[in-house]
């Protein structure tokens, strides 16, 4: 059986801490896209209740608002974890050269672009 050496211990926990980054991150994307999924749906239902004639009160603070509010919360949340991840693997290939790029933060990407559709969808009433 071969030893293991400082180098090959050292490599293989910098790929654990990596992972554990990308983890947290690909968390923060589902509760984001949770939230962003939901305020959506909050929106179009009391949208398809609105034209079914279903009377719904007019309020500062009504179905629509409260479902771009959700979207915004999904949105702040994905970025600050987004800014936090890269902020945390910056300083890990500072140490480590050969710490590789992550897919999450590109996943982080596509689900904050949904976000921002999503958002202009909501508040353009469409």
Avoid at 8 to 34: G, I, K
Avoid at 51 to 72: K, M, V
Wanted: net charge positive; aromatic share 12%; hydrophobic share 50%.
């Amino acid at each position: 059986m071969a030893a293991i050496t400082s180098t090959t211990s050292t490599d293989l926990a910098v790929d654990r801490t990596r992972l554990a980054h990308d983890r947290t991150l690909m968390a923060w994307v589902r509760t984001s896209a949770s939230l962003i999924s939901f305020g959506f749906t909050i929106y179009k239902f009391f949208q398809y209740m609105r034209e079914q004639g279903q009377a719904i009160a007019d309020r500062a603070f009504g179905p629509p608002q409260f479902a771009l509010f959700l979207i915004t919360i999904g949105l702040i949340s994905l970025l600050l974890a987004t800014i936090q991840h890269r902020h945390e693997v910056r300083v890990m290939r500072a140490h480590y050269a050969h710490v590789p790029y992550s897919l999450a933060t590109v996943v982080g990407g596509l689900v904050a672009i949904l976000g921002v559709v999503t958002f202009v969808a909501v508040f353009f009433g469409k």
